[in-house]
């Protein structure tokens, strides 16, 4: 009886703990923008554009810093953080180490994340500099992250092809209708 006992209370602080745990590393797309998949190796690499659309409600300047992250959760390069202004648009490449034609030096005007050579992946996490991005400044609009817009293809280089990246919180955010039914169609900006 008093062994049922013990056991009870240890799952339910280990379930506690799991529970907090969880909740402490999820990321919410409201602050933050998430896309689920990059890959660089001896064959491929990543590209992603962020724009800046000079909206009125945006900051004439945004500060984000993009997190590539790999599958087990390790950092495949060091993060990148830069500002993007108004009507301009940042080009970044994950590539591997020595990569033949991609570096800083000869794409000075694009930022280069330079990993290992062996075949990784994993997704990417760009968080904003700002402490609060919800906050008007001064000047007016806010410097948040979710409203700038991301693109991105990961590209085969033997044959120039790749697919497609998708980004989860940004300006172009896609979702799907309550129903969920059949006939649901896929909604536009969040």
Known sequence: MMLGKIIRIALFLLMSAFCLANSAWAIENKSRVISPYWQSDSGSYSFIAVSHSSLTTIASQVGLVVNVIQNDNSTFATAVSFTISGGSTQRIFIVRTNHPTISAATISSAQVIVGTTSFKHGHLRI????TNPA?????GGRRDVTMLNFWGAVIIESNTTGFAMEFIGDMQDSTATPSMDNS???????
């Open 127 to 130: 968080d904003p500099v700002a």
């Open 184 to 190: 649901a169609t896929v909604s536009g900006v969040n």
């Open 135 to 139: 906050i008007v400044t001064t000047l």
